[in-house]
Antibody, heavy 119, light 108 residues
């Protein structure tokens, strides 16, 4: 059974960088079979795809966040990470790491982690 | 960028059939996935690739996709089906994942 777990600060100050890590168990992030995604959800609003990373290829980022986002994979720790720079209160929300989204559906999700941007 | 449009809300009485639509340009040419999200929980896929039902999803859930509209159909609606539902595609022209805005299903 694949499990994903997000970790990182729950509170980030405006203009700083939000950093989250997703630890994967029961599967390998280095597998060439799956895309590893980040999705966020502002309070009371819908799902927003942030981006995905696939094997050794360049990540793909959503258009609204592309200028502030970067993703990476650490195969030695079986983790993938998200960095979102220059955050504002509009970046507050639950951040999910997930498997899939491209080609096939998201079949596994992390439990989600609430990140609040506030001074 | 590709846009998926869903109604904000759908209401249905218990035991009746709920239909939630998802609209997009030439959507029938893409594979549509549907997710159910209950409050405080991560989404769960209920339909993949237009009409495939993952293991563990009741047969009451079905999907179709043609032209510019995909539809999630929930038959014999139960109180436990009350949730937010999202459609999703992969836009191969941009390599982007796209979610619809979500539909809140209310069971009357």
């Amino acid at each position: 059974q694949v499990q994903l777990q997000e970790s990182g600060p729950g509170l980030v100050k405006p203009s700083e960088t939000l950093s989250l890590t997703c630890t994967v168990s029961g599967g390998s992030v280095s597998s060439g079979s799956y895309y590893w995604s980040w999705v966020r959800q502002p309070p009371g609003k819908g799902l927003e795809w942030i981006g995905y990373i696939f094997h050794s290829e360049s990540p793909s980022y959503g258009p609204s966040l592309r200028s502030r986002v970067s993703m990476s994979v650490d195969t030695s720790k079986n983790q993938f990470s998200l960095k979102l720079s220059s955050v504002t209160p509009l970046d507050t929300g639950v951040y999910y790491c997930a498997r899939g989204g491209a080609v096939g559906p998201v079949d596994y999700w992390g439990q989600g982690t609430l990140v609040t941007v506030s001074s | 960028s590709y846009v998926l449009t869903q109604p904000a809300s759908v209401s249905v009485a218990p035991g009746k059939t709920a239909r939630i639509t998802c609209g997009g340009n030439n959507l029938g040419a893409k594979g549509v996935h549907w997710y159910q999200q209950r409050p405080g929980q991560a989404p769960v896929v209920v339909i993949s690739f237009d009409s495939d039902r993952p293991s563990g999803i009741p047969e009451r859930f079905s999907g179709s996709n043609s032209g510019n509209t995909a539809t999630l159909t929930i038959s014999r609606v139960e109180a436990g089906d009350e949730a937010d539902y999202y459609c999703q595609v992969w836009d191969t022209s941009s390599d982007h994942v796209v979610f619809g805005g979500g539909t809140k299903l209310t069971v009357l």
